[in-house]
């Protein structure tokens, strides 16, 4: 009977393997079957939806060009409406294809996403004194929009290729498998031998998995050392919220009570409600309202935020979402960051407390020397014009002594005029740059014409250049568009800006400049043939005080406030000044101010 069943035993066991193997074609015909359905399908979804964040995109792009040409808030709106269409569109596409990408969704996720986060940021909340509205900024959003579009194209044309690749890639394997299948009917007849060779597999197919076993200890063994070593303190909740792994350094920030329930398996809201009842960090808001927030910025991570602890030490805490669900949370010590952000806020705060009290005392002295000076220039003047009518014609007889006695009157009374012009220049310099930076100054802004501007200040300073024998010429770009400015403070600048051009060149001439490259905005520049400035000198030369030279060999020759002065008035009215200077070759002020709109 014994014998009887074994010989049954091989028909059997072939008659086994052959159903076996018949089914597996079977299966295999209908896998390959949903296979050549499937990935298409796949690649083709994916397809279109990159294609459809790209031509949204581009609508984002065409949106911007025309709140770029006109720059209103309803346009502005149109953008971000365009703009919220695009981040829905990413949306989608990170939440569908993060892990499951085919031809690239990912990539081009990557590519848009700065992208639009800054133009967001930039349309809502400006971008430093930008306004949401400013051409400067539409400008410079539609600048990277474009660059970003580029990149877009490229993204989805290496998709195309991609895409079409992998089909034909698909098509020659399911032309393999076939022949394969074709290859395992005919084996058929060898199935005799193929037992021997699946026992074969077997055996090979379990040293393998143990093996693999082996290998992910030894991963796991490597990952908790590495995890060890970092100095911050690092641990993983599953998407249940509960606790899977954590390094001793995440332990190290929780107190001895609280560090017995911080164990794999224990949920997050556990360890945070033991934080709370040890009393363990600062919240002003009360222990539950503390706990709610943490719990809320654990399930719904937005970056990383600082938790000052009682004993004094701050914690940074980083928690990011993973794509099963779970969450990582990373703790970093602080405190010296924190205790050095303190010491540089109160060094900040001492030094703003220190330049207020110190443009105080500058505008109440400069106010209380303004009167006696005003006296003293006054009879200074009457002095000098008695002793010229009075006192002279009464001298008729001189001799040596008595001229070189008049020689030094005369001398000294047009040193203290021309010593008291320049204090009251000073005075009136740091009047005006006190009353700008104050807020007090008085503005008169009106659309004007730069060219009239230019004129005005030349002559003003005609007397300056023509006595140096200089010439100042006055170049003003056909068809400039209005700028937007007061003209008197702008007059200052200029003739600031050509007096000092002036100053420091002995031989040559002077070029004052106007143009507009793209019609929001208006430069100025006034350029000289003098001595130029030192690169070390052109970084401080808009500090208050700040003169060009040594003066502690020369005599200064000015205040050190028109510059400072004429980057305040220049600043206030929306535009920038800057500086380009060779020593030897001469210097270039300009300045560009907003385009009448």
């Known amino acids: 009977m014994a014998d009887a069943g074994r010989s049954f035993r091989g028909p059997i066991l072939i008659g086994l393997v052959l ?8 299966y295999v015909q209908i896998a390959v079957k949903r296979l050549e359905e499937g990935l298409p399908l796949r690649v083709m979804a994916e397809k279109r939806a990159m294609e459809r964040v790209a031509r949204n995109f581009y609508e984002l792009l065409a949106a911007i060009q025309s709140a770029q040409a006109h720059p209103t808030e309803t346009n502005v709106g149109a953008i971000l409406d365009h703009l919220a269409t695009v981040e829905s569109d990413l949306k989608t596409l990170r939440t569908r294809y993060t892990f499951d990408t085919l031809i690239g969704a990912s990539a081009l996720h990557a590519t848009i996403s700065p992208t639009v986060d800054d133009t967001r940021i930039w349309l809502t909340e400006g971008f430093g004194a930008l306004e949401p509205t400013s051409p400067i900024l539409l400008n410079l959003v539609l600048t990277r929009v474009r660059e970003t579009m580029s ?6 044309t290496e998709a195309d290729r991609i895409a079409f690749e992998i089909l034909t890639e698909q098509s020659a394997d399911l032309g393999q498998l076939r022949s394969r299948l ?21 055996e090979r197919v379990t040293r393998k998995r143990a093996e693999a076993e082996a290998a992910e200890r030894r991963a796991q063994a490597r990952l908790q050392d590495a995890l060890e070593s970092t100095s911050e303190g690092f641990a993983f909740f599953d998407a249940s919220e509960k606790l899977v792994t954590a390094n001793s350094r995440y332990r190290d920030f929780f107190l001895r009570d609280v560090q017995e329930v911080v164990k794999p398996g224990t949920a997050m809201e556990t360890i945070l409600r033991a934080v709370v009842e040890n009393d363990m960090v600062t919240a002003p808001m009360g222990g539950k309202a503390w706990l709610d927030w943490r719990l809320k910025r654990f399930r719904q991570p937005v970056g990383p935020f600082p938790v000052e602890y009682r004993d004094g030490r701050w914690v940074q805490v980083n928690e990011r979402k993973t794509g099963d669900g779970g969450t990582v949370v990373i703790y970093s010590d602080i405190t010296e960051l924190k205790e050095r952000e303190f010491q540089l806020t109160r060094a900040r705060d001492e030094a703003e407390a220190a330049s207020e009290a110190k443009s105080t005392f500058l505008a109440n002295v400069s106010h209380e020397l303004r009167t006696p000076l005003t006296s003293i220039l006054g009879f200074a003047r009457i002095v000098q014009k008695r002793f010229e009518t009075a006192v002279l014609p009464l001298l008729s007889d001189r001799d040596r002594k008595t ?14 005029l021309a010593e008291g012009d320049r204090l009251t220049k000073l005075i009136n310099d740091v009047l005006d740059l006190e ?3 104050a807020g007090e100054m008085v503005w008169e802004i009106s659309p004007l014409e730069i060219d009239e501007v230019m004129d005005q200040a030349a002559a003003a300073t005609r007397s300056l250049y023509e006595q140096k024998g200089l010439t100042l010429a006055t170049e003003a770009a056909p068809d400039l568009p209005r700028a937007l400015g007061d003209r008197d403070r702008l007059v200052q600048v200029l003739v600031n800006l050509i007096s000092n051009a002036v ?4 031989e040559g001439h002077i070029t004052c400049r106007a143009w507009s ?7 100025v520049s006034v350029t000289d043939t003098g001595a130029g400035i030192a690169p070390e000198d052109q970084a401080t030369i808009f500090q208050k005080f ?52």
């Open 19 to 26: 159903a076996t193997v018949i089914g597996v074609i079977g």
């Open 151 to 156: 990149k877009v194209f490229d993204k989805t």
């Open 182 to 202: 074709i290859l395992v009917l005919v084996a058929v007849v060898l199935l005799a031998g193929a037992l021997i060779w699946l026992a074969i597999l077997q």
């Open 403 to 416: 001229e070189r006695a008049i020689g030094q009157i005369t001398g000294n009374l047009e040193i203290m």
């Open 435 to 437: 009353k700008i930076e």
């Open 503 to 506: 100053k420091f060149t002995e």
């Open 517 to 523: 490259e793209d019609g929001t905005r208006i430069s």
């Open 546 to 597: 700040r003169q060009v030279g040594d003066t502690l060999t020369e005599k200064p020759s000015g205040t050190g406030l028109g510059l400072p002065i004429c980057r305040e008035i220049v600043e206030h009215l929306g535009g920038m000044m800057w500086v380009e200077s060779t020593q030897g070759k001469g210097s270039t002020f300009g300045f560009w101010l907003p385009a009448e709109r």
